[in-house]
């Protein structure tokens, strides 16, 4: 009795990753009908903390020509729509990342990959096929951590959070953040957030700008020696936080539940929308306060400084006049990414993995007997 009572413990406790993989109509029926029963198989022997379950849809999504950033949202629409745990969209059209024509892409914010099928070739492609969705699939899941942490991701990313937690409903987000801590942090990391400001030219060109216009003009020299340190801060937090709402409000980055039994996806991928672009506009302004205060020291100096001061210069000046500075150059940023196009801000925010090529065992150019079959 005891045994039967554990054994169905475990059975519940075993958790279902639902994948959705979407196939461009151009690709031939037999090859379509086989690949969902095999892919499920093929996840079930390397992957087994968890279950899977396969759906395989046939649809274009958008129609030509359309950029990774229309191809992924159209795929982020399908996989909330299904309630899937990820998916893999695959397409015929060529795919390009900042004018790059790359083979796949990964985005884990959003829970999916890009195959581009032209990069399949045309011999063997339904184990060519097989084995792409495989390896894009693990690198979703986390493959690449130690077992322990891969498979923590697969069950933090398979957990049901549609009634969590209780019935305090204030509580949902900080609940389901931490019942995802690494599925969230894996998926920030992904993201490479500290290269945000570098992908958007024209936030880092207004920045630099406005940075230095504040370093040669004496009438900011004044302001930033005489507001002392908390307005200081008060205006570091206001900027970085008007800064982060802009860019975010501005192209669209807030994803709204489309339906209430895909709420927890969304608010992962909202967390981690914030998170990546508050981490990259840190990162923006610390760059910004780092050369500001050397710039100072190096050009401005200390008698020229202290006529504009009134009093002997010192080194808290030229650290006050570089904080301001940062949080003048960063709004500045903020307004130079506003002028940038929905898609450069998408791809800057989630560009992850990118490929030219991808690895199918060996030299890539042959399927194993056991694929052939």
Not at 221 to 232: A, D, E, K
Not at 285 to 314: C, D, K, M, Q, T
Not at 341 to 346: G, T
Request: glycine content about 12%; overall charge neutral.
């Amino acid at each position: 009795m005891t045994q039967t009572a554990s054994t169905e413990k475990l059975e519940q406790e075993r958790r279902c990753a639902v994948i959705g993989v979407i196939v461009a109509p151009g690709l031939a029926h037999d090859v379509t009908s086989r690949i969902a029963s095999e892919l499920k198989g093929e996840l079930r022997g390397r992957y087994d903390s968890v279950d899977w379950r396969t759906e395989l849809h046939v649809d274009r999504l958008v129609d030509p020509p359309a950029s990774l950033t229309e191809i992924l949202a159209a795929g982020r629409r399908k996989l909330l729509d299904g309630g899937w745990d990820l998916g893999v969209v695959v397409t015929d059209l060529p795919l390009k990342v900042g004018g790059r024509p790359v083979s796949r892409h990964l985005s884990p914010t959003h829970g999916l990959a890009v195959l581009s099928l032209p990069a399949l070739g045309a011999l063997h492609l339904r184990q060519r096929l097989r084995r792409a969705l495989v390896e894009l699939i693990g690198e979703l899941s986390g493959r690449g951590a130690d077992g322990d942490r891969e498979e923590n991701v697969l069950r933090e990313l398979t957990t049901d959070t549609k009634h969590r937690p209780g019935g305090l409903a204030v509580l949902y987000v900080p609940v389901l953040v931490a019942g995802h801590l690494r599925l969230l942090l894996g998926m920030v990391r992904a993201n490479r957030p500290w290269r945000l400001a570098a992908r958007l030219y024209g936030a880092l060109v207004a920045a630099l700008a406005v940075g230095a216009f504040a370093l040669v003009t004496s009438d900011i020299w004044r302001i930033s020696g005489s507001v002392g340190w908390w307005r200081l801060l008060v205006m570091c937090f206001l900027a970085i936080a008007g800064t982060v709402g802009g860019v975010i409000g501005a192209h669209g980055l807030w994803e709204r539940v489309p339906d209430p039994r895909v709420r927890g996806q969304v608010v992962l991928f909202n967390v981690t929308t914030a998170l990546t672009v508050v981490i990259g506009i840190l990162c923006l302004y610390l760059v910004l306060f780092a050369l500001g205060f050397g710039a100072a020291e190096l050009l401005i100096r200390p008698a020229v400084f202290a006529s504009a001061l009134g009093h002997a210069a010192h080194t808290s000046d030229y650290l006050a006049l570089a904080w301001f500075a940062a949080s003048f150059a960063t709004v500045a940023g903020g307004l130079g990414a506003g002028l940038e196009s929905r898609e450069a801000v998408r791809e800057a925010a989630y560009t992850s993995s990118v490929g030219d090529e991808i690895s199918f065992g060996g030299d890539g150019a042959r399927p194993s007997e056991d694929d052939a079959r």
